[in-house]
């Protein structure tokens, strides 16, 4: 017992001295440190005490540690002085939001270790990941290099299709290993060879070994070859990895024979017209001819054709002729873009009419016949009077509105009066909106309207048969364009825009025949693209009073309203024309377009088939199909397809299965 109790009051004063030993003396610039062989338990909670870091110890962190420094340190140097400390002992800090993790550095890059990157590399002893960028050579090829500067804790591992390194370990090693992959990713400094070509096109072949190297999937930079087109001296420049040269040589020149046919080669136009490129290739060929004679004393015999039915030019001359216009080819056969023009024609217009007036008729077969008649639209008294003495078979139209009259009898004096009354009121709001798509300087036009009969005259016969002679004209919306795209996204447009209707009748005209309301404009702007722009309107308020009266009756207060006839009309009419291009340089600008209108109108249909139609199915009312469906095949061609061994494989759309 005695024993028991000596040993364990002897291992109690080692501990002392150890601690006491170990304990930093505390100066002016911070603690010195004097760690010798201390438990790395007790230096992790002092330096946890000294930055205020928090931390969490993995139960494999075990292990003693001597530490020793010469002068004061601050807490930043403690923190990194304590990283290199665990370096050596094999053992990691891992930065997890606001704890620090202490682990094996075995299992470190497992763990959720931040990404250094150019602007942010870290340094010191923290554990990071970092993706390096390998821009002149491959990077699989640094891995053997690099591998044994990274330590067994560590990671490295190249990723070919990015052509990258990612790299694991500390702060101070990743950056090192930076500065090593910057001077060996150096831009390859190999000779470069001309090859000239005899018969090809250089810029031909420029292009197809361009496409070779691109579909055979070569995209990293070691591997890729710089081909490039010299047009004036048909030169083929290739630099690159030798290896890679041989194979390309030899594909050259093969591609630099003679063509077959002699000197006559067809070239096949995507987008261009072939009739047109020919004009123009007749130019540069005749102009080309003129300078080669002038040089050599010998001139050519270039011939150029168009056809037509396959969108050719057939092209016989010279190779270097040849050469030449197949370049200008290259440059004239590009898809052009085209112009979407809606065009916005609002007009709100009201027509006012009013009419008041009486009209007297006195007389007799002794005395004769006294008549106060005014002009209007209907009837005047005097026919209207002969019609009733005649006993009412030959009345006249006696017009719109109110009409009263009265016949009486004074003795042997006929007394006849007239009232007309009239009010008309006419209004419309008309908006149109024709839209209309054509190519870069192509003339288009789109007319929607009605071709209505006009009278133009009367013939009358020997036997008194009256025939009338008809003129049909378009009545409706005409929208007429030529669109100049410019350098950027400016429109030059050329338009002529017309609107025309058929004019509701008002009381008060008089017109032999219908009368038409007609909006014209022709005018040049420029516009920029999806920008919309006013051109042109007019404001219009016209009022119209006539009065007619019985001189000095007509003046008389009161009872001369018995005398006179007043009409009013008054017109008022606001109309304006608004312009909205659109730019479609592409096909996903067009389908965009399209799919927008062609929604627009399904819905309407929608719209018309949900109010339902009068003693008819729902499904009397025309619907267009959905978008998607119009994108797929038939359902025979679907099945056809997919049964196909090797061949298409098209899968039906949802709900026709």
């Not at 959720?112 to 554990?127: I, K, L, M």
């Not at 910057?182 to 090859?195: H, L, N």
């Not at 916005?344 to 002794?366: F, K, M, N, P, Y």
Request: hydrophobic letters at 40%.
């Amino acid at each position: 017992m005695i024993d028991h109790c000596r040993k364990s009051l002897i291992r109690c004063l080692l501990a002392m001295s150890c601690l006491l030993a170990a304990a930093p003396a505390i100066g002016d610039d911070g603690p010195t440190l004097n760690f010798r062989d201390v438990d790395i338990q007790a230096l992790i909670s002092y330096v946890a005490e000294e930055t205020g870091a928090n931390f969490i110890v993995d139960p494999r962190v075990r292990g003693r540690v001597t530490l020793i420094s010469g002068r004061p340190v601050s807490a930043t140097e403690l923190y990194d002085i304590f990283l290199s400390v665990l370096r050596v002992h094999g053992f990691a800090a891992v930065q997890a939001d606001e704890v620090i993790k202490l682990v094996p550095d075995a299992i470190a890059k497992q763990a959720e270790v931040p990404t250094a990157s150019h602007q942010h590399p870290f340094r010191g002893d923290t554990y990071i990941t970092r993706v390096v960028t390998v821009n002149h050579v491959d990077a699989a090829q640094l891995v053997p290099i690099l591998r044994p500067l990274i330590p067994q804790s560590g990671h490295l591992a190249a990723s070919p299709e990015s052509n990258t390194l990612v790299i694991s370990d500390t702060a101070a090693n990743v950056n090192r290993m930076v500065e090593i992959i910057g001077r060996i990713d150096q831009e390859s400094r190999e000779d470069m060879e001309v090859i000239p070509l005899r018969h090809a096109a250089a810029g031909e072949v420029a292009r197809i070994i361009n496409t070779m190297e691109g579909a055979e999937g070569r995209q990293r930079p070691a591997a890729r070859l710089q081909v490039v087109a010299d047009e004036r001296t048909n030169s083929i420049l290739l630099a690159g990895d030798p290896k890679r040269r041989m194979p390309i040589r030899v594909v050259i020149s093969h591609l630099d024979i003679p063509m077959e046919g002699g000197n006559t080669q067809v070239i096949y136009l995507r987008y261009a017209k072939a009739a047109d490129v020919a004009d123009v290739l007749r130019g540069l060929a005749t102009s080309m001819e003129g300078a080669t004679a002038s040089t050599s004393g010998r001139g050519g015999g270039t011939h150029v054709q168009a056809h037509d039915s396959t969108n050719a030019v057939v092209i016989n001359g010279p190779p270097d002729v040849i050469r030449d216009l197949r370049a200008v080819i290259r440059q004239l056969d590009v898809r052009r873009a085209q112009v979407l023009v809606e065009a916005v024609i609002a007009e709100v217009s009201t027509e006012r009419a009013r009419e008041l007036g009486v009209q007297w008729a006195v007389g007799s077969e002794r005395d004769g016949v006294g008549i106060v008649n005014f002009g209007g639209t209907g009837a005047g008294i005097y026919p209207l009077a002969r019609g009733l003495y005649a006993g009412g078979t030959d009345l006249p139209n006696l017009g719109d509105g109110l009409t009263l009259g009265g016949l009486g009898q004074s003795g042997r004096t006929t007394i006849a009066a007239l009232i007309r009354a009239l009010a008309g009121d006419s209004a419309s709001n008309i908006l149109s909106t024709p839209s209309l798509l054509t190519m870069d300087n192509e003339e288009a036009q789109i007319i929607v309207g009605q071709n209505v009969p006009f009278r133009s005259g009367r013939a009358i016969e020997q036997s008194g048969q009256a025939f009338d002679t008809i003129q049909r004209q378009d009545v409706g919306v005409k929208l007429t364009v030529r669109p100049q795209i410019n350098e950027g996204n400016a429109v030059k447009l050329e338009i002529e825009q017309e609107v025309s209707q058929v004019a509701p009748r008002i009381s008060g005209q008089d017109a032999a025949d219908l009368i038409t309301n007609k909006r014209s404009l022709r005018t040049s702007v420029m516009v920029d693209d999806g920008q919309m722009v006013v051109l042109g309107g007019l404001i219009d308020d016209v009022l119209v009073q006539t009065r007619s009266k019985v001189p000095g009756l007509g003046d008389i207060p009161g009872i001369g309203r018995l005398f006179r006839y007043d009409t009013a009309s008054k017109e008022k009419r606001n109309l304006m024309i608004f312009l909205h291009p659109i730019i479609v340089r592409d096909h996903q600008d067009l389908t965009g377009e399209t799919v927008t209108r062609y929604n627009h109108i399904r819905a309407e249909q929608l719209l018309s088939r949900a109010r339902s139609v009068l003693m008819m199915p729902d499904d009397t009312v025309p619907v267009l199909p959905d978008w998607d469906v119009l994108l797929h095949l038939p359902p025979p061609f679907e099945a056809t397809a997919a049964a196909t061994p090797g061949g298409l494989s098209i899968q039906p759309p949802p709900g026709r299965q």
